[in-house]
């Protein structure tokens, strides 16, 4: 299957920096990558949809001032969590959708936990 | 967006097939569905996918009424790394629109 990668794996800062997390497609081009934050026991979130050459489609309750996102390429989105808080402590997915005939299948990379102290 | 419900939690002892249901009343015409599985601490995997009827790979079977309002995702002598967070979504659309958003999924629980 199609390979996506998170960097960094992990992250730790201080409270009030921002931090910025890639999110890749390693072999195959992604006009839509989605942006997701999962808290311990819990499930995924939904936080945005990012399309390449657009601006990003926030879902409700998430701030878009403060979960920059940025789909540059057909291969690269960032997120960027500005001025991090210990709230926004958790595990960053992103994922890329893969549409093709008879299929659609969406491939996620291997997430980003971020700790703010 | 289609909602989905599945039970929370399942427990079962390796060498078993283990089957996990998903119902998903909502779901539109043209919405696929997609079981991943998930470890602590990593992206979700994707397992396997289908429209209609039934669908098997090399390690699931997906199973799928007429009616289309509820899934069976079999996995068949589970081992005890099959224990996971599986998760059904409903959501995606045959075109290169929408967005596909996870239920609580069912944290699987293979015993020796």
């Known amino acids: 299957g199609a390979v996506v990668s998170q960097h960094p794996s992990r992250v730790i800062c201080k409270s009030g920096t921002s931090v910025k997390i890639e999110c890749r497609s390693l072999d195959f081009q992604a006009t839509t990558m989605f942006w997701y934050r999962q808290f311990p026991k819990q499930s995924l979130m939904l936080m945005a949809t990012s399309n390449e050459g657009s601006k990003a489609t926030y879902e409700q309750g998430v701030e878009k001032d403060k979960f920059l996102i940025n789909h540059a390429s057909l291969t690269l989105s960032t997120l960027t969590v500005t001025s991090a808080h210990p709230e926004d402590s958790s595990f960053y997915i992103c994922?890329?959708?893969?549409?093709?005939?008879?299929?659609?299948?969406?491939?996620f990379g291997p997430g980003t936990r971020l700790t703010v102290l | 967006l289609a909602k989905t419900t599945q039970p929370i939690s399942m427990d079962s002892y390796e060498g078993q097939e283990v089957n996990i249901t998903c119902s998903h009343n909502n779901i539109a015409t043209n919405d696929y569905i997609t079981w991943y599985q998930q470890f602590p601490s990593q992206g979700p995997r994707f397992i396997i996918q289908?429209?209609?009827t039934k669908v098997t790979n090399e390690v699931a079977s997906l199973f799928i009424p007429a009616d289309r309002k509820s899934s069976t995702l079999s996995l068949p002598r589970v081992s005890l790394s099959d224990t996971a967070v599986y998760y059904c979504?409903?959501?995606?659309?045959?075109?290169?629109?929408?967005?596909?958003?996870f239920g609580d999924g069912t944290t699987l629980t293979v015993k020796p």
């Open positions: 979504l409903v959501g995606f659309n045959n075109t290169n629109a929408g967005k596909s958003t």
């Open positions: 994922s890329a959708r893969v549409v093709g005939s008879g299929h659609n299948e969406q491939f």
């Open positions: 289908g429209y209609k």
